[in-house]
């Protein structure tokens, strides 16, 4: 019988993963490689994830160029994979980062890395959404194309691990051991209740996505209630909804851009769910005063956004060269939301403030982002072959990676959510809203309820 060859590339490319995520003996970790050898974490008795290496050129493709754009490429390709627990995975990446970017590392590192084969290159072709960024020449920032860039992917999709409602946003965990779907009716509750809604009044929802909280305020708080978004797909949806439910007399929702809204229009009460995250910075005042010139004088406005905690920190010139070679948030801007550009919650309280509004409350939802983009992650996963089904493998991988990189960050504190209560004081500076936040929890949210009359049917 002929000798076994011996495979110099799997030699070399175990030699690269050793350097970069250390030997079985230091890794929490399993890894296993194209011809289906694998070497066992020998620290851990529960591994998170398993690190598959699928090809032999992978781990070349993702650190030649060297950075983090390569590196999530190489995942959304199929490169590599990960069994498991992805949200685990995404610090690996922190972790090659610094190792490639160390003065003393890279030198060694280098040498290791121009011996990986090259050979097996798939065919990679662009994605449909480096198409779509690269077209991105926009008469505005924070258009309609860029909405639909994101939303377009097909309501069939966003179905298979959304909650009934349709609420791609932030849930409100009270206990934190909630189904999503009872998770979301409270966050809706909880919106509802900071702006004391009330029956007959006309709220304003910008952004309303598949207008979940325009029909909750509709049905449960007797208001006459707009949505507007800038995607067709889904106002279709719900449209459809509002028709099925019987609230056509009191809810509606175009497809249309809140700078678009008839002059001299006013309305009760504002929400703006997941907005200000797409408002470039230098328009954020702009954004707060068309909002403000809507609102009537008394009127409340809650804004929920995503913020930037390292941006508030600050970065060394150093930091930001580096930041900017290693392509820090390419992966967001090139393949999940073209136009998002995080910033601090004091620049998004500040502009508001500018802009004539009165901040009365703020609230930090961190924890319960995080654990709505685990719920999130675990229903898309669930669906995998159905998703896959719908709107490809690659289409797939971007949306379990980008969630998944979320929740990392969210738990980590590097990103945070705020819910931001302002109001539109009177000409003598009176203001509706009551003094304090107990009228907000005087009664059971959803949950709540839902869990009593649990206990009572169990009874």
Known sequence: MPMPQHDTGLTATRAVVHALFGSPAER????????????????????PFTLVISRRGALRRMLLPPNELSIVEAYISGDLDVEGDLESAVALGDAVGRRLRDAETMPRLARRILALPADDHPNVAKTRFQRVTSSLARRRRGDAQAIEFHYGVSNEFYALWLDPMMLYTCAYFRTGDESIELA????LEHICRKLR?????????????WGGLVRYAAKNYGVEALGITLSESQAAWGRERVRLEGLSGQCRIEVRDYR????????????????????????????????????????????HCEVS????????????????LWKRGEFIQRYVFPDA???????????????????????????????TLRHWVRELESSRDAAIDLVGERTYRVWRLY?????????????????TLLSKPRENGMSELPWTREDIYAAPYPSELARKLELRTSA
């Not at 809604?197 to 996505?209: I, P, Y």
């Not at 601090?344 to 654990?371: C, N, W």
């Not at 969630?403 to 819910?419: D, T």
Request: with cysteine; aromatic share 6%.
């Open 28 to 47: 929490t970790f399993d890894v296993r490689y194209w011809d289906g050898s694998s070497e066992p974490s020998e620290r851990a008795d529960v591994v």
């Open 184 to 187: 979301q009716l409270d966050k």
């Open 197 to 209: 809604l009330k029956r007959g009044e006309r709220l304003l929802d910008v952004g309303c996505g």
């Open 260 to 303: 678009d809204l008839p002059a001299g229009e006013t309305f009760d009460k504002i929400t703006s769910v997941g907005v200000t995250e797409h408002v470039p910075a230098d328009e954020q005042s702009a954004y707060f005063a068309r909002a403000h010139s809507l609102l009537r004088p008394g009127g409340a406005f809650l804004n």
């Open 309 to 324: 905690v390292d941006q508030a920190r600050g970065e060394s010139i150093k930091s930001k060269v580096a930041a900017k």
């Open 341 to 371: 550009r995080l910033v601090p919650a004091a620049h998004v309280i500040a502009s508001a403030e500018q802009s004539g509004f009165e901040v009365r409350d703020v609230e930090s939802l961190r924890e319960h982002y995080t654990l």
């Open 403 to 419: 969630m998944s990189a979320g929740a990392h960050r969210f738990n980590a504190a590097k990103l945070n959510i705020i819910q």
